[in-house]
């Protein structure tokens, strides 16, 4: 069964210093591999899918088959970039599977 | 442009009474419809989903179901209330492609007393 896991709850860092979000899958087929965002009293949305390749708000992340990860990256975080990020995995049928989430701090 | 409302934001019901959550979606044709529960601490869990009217798949066993009586309208019912119903649930809907992603409501808080 698939299965995403992000294995720090919380992660707080200093504005500034590089930031990484931890995500790991398990999953028997292709996976096609998303990070959600909430911001305070906001939406949980779209931050970037790996297909897409792209960089959204300075954050990157690059899919590993070998080690079945898919980590978010940002060089140098942002005190706006406090949040909670969720990883999801799309398995068939157009469902996600979501990780419990990581709350990240950005600290002046 | 396409929008998504889920009502009401907040809910306190009290245990064995009925439950319905509505979400409508607007500005797109036969998308892809879910809900989700979202739990302090363990991340977010697929409750139905939906790829058309009366399509309904359940991910869990549980005291809740869903139904699709329209194509844009996805509703989330229980006929009696537990308190472990207790919770933040979220409507969500994406376009019926493949990697398409998903568009979040503004969620419902549920207090089951």
């Known amino acids: 069964a698939q299965r995403v896991t992000q294995p720090e709850k919380l992660l707080s860092v200093f504005k500034g210093a590089p930031v990484e979000l931890k995500c790991n899958y398990s999953y028997s087929g292709s996976p096609e591999l998303f990070w959600y965002v909430q911001y305070s009293r906001q939406r949980l949305q779209l931050l970037l899918r790996h297909i897409s390749r792209e960089s959204i708000k300075g954050f990157t992340a690059d899919l590993n088959k070998g080690e079945t990860s898919f980590h978010l990256k940002k060089p140098f975080a942002q005190e706006e970039d406090s949040a909670m990020y969720y990883c999801?995995?799309?398995?068939?049928?157009?469902?996600?599977?979501f990780g419990e989430g990581t709350q990240l701090t950005v600290n002046p | 442009s396409q929008t998504i409302h889920q009502w009401p934001a907040t809910l306190v019901q009290p245990v064995g009474s009925p439950l319905s959550l509505e979400c409508t979606v607007e500005?797109?044709?036969?998308?892809?419809l879910y809900w989700y529960r979202q739990a302090a601490g363990r991340g977010l869990q697929l409750l139905f989903y939906s790829v058309g009217i009366g399509q309904i798949s359940s991910e869990v066993p549980q005291n809740l179901s869903a139904s699709r009586p329209q194509d844009r309208q996805f509703i989330l019912s229980s006929k009696k209330l537990l308190l472990s119903d207790s919770g933040f649930y979220l409507c969500?809907?994406?376009?019926?492609?493949?990697?398409?992603?998903?568009?979040f409501g503004n969620g419902t808080r549920l207090t089951v007393t």
């Open positions: 500005g797109t044709s036969n998308p892809n």
């Open positions: 999801a995995l799309e398995t068939s049928g157009s469902r996600l599977t």
């Open positions: 969500a809907w994406a376009m019926s492609s493949y990697n398409s992603p998903l568009h």
